[in-house]
């Protein structure tokens, strides 16, 4: 399954969106989806595999905890 950074996400800013290791109107692969307490999480992956995601829940998020 795949979703796309469409035109909504470029009302946030370029800027933003390179901040946050996102591509506007570029395709991601959709591998998993997480209900965790209140919280919906979606897995992405890049497939050019050329920006990291730095948000919320992103790998070094400070919203893990032990």
């Not at 307490?37 to 050019?48: A, C, D, F, Q, S």
Request: hydrophobic letters at 40%; aromatic letters at 12%.
């Amino acid at each position: 399954m795949a979703t796309s950074g469409g035109d909504k996400m470029t009302t946030l800013g370029e800027a933003y969106l390179k901040q946050m290791g996102l591509v506007s109107g570029h395709a991601y692969s959709l591998l998993a989806v997480f209900d965790i307490g209140n919280e919906l999480l979606v897995k992405l992956r890049n497939p050019w595999g050329t920006t990291v995601y730095t948000g919320d829940w992103s790998f070094n998020s400070k919203k893990w905890t032990p």
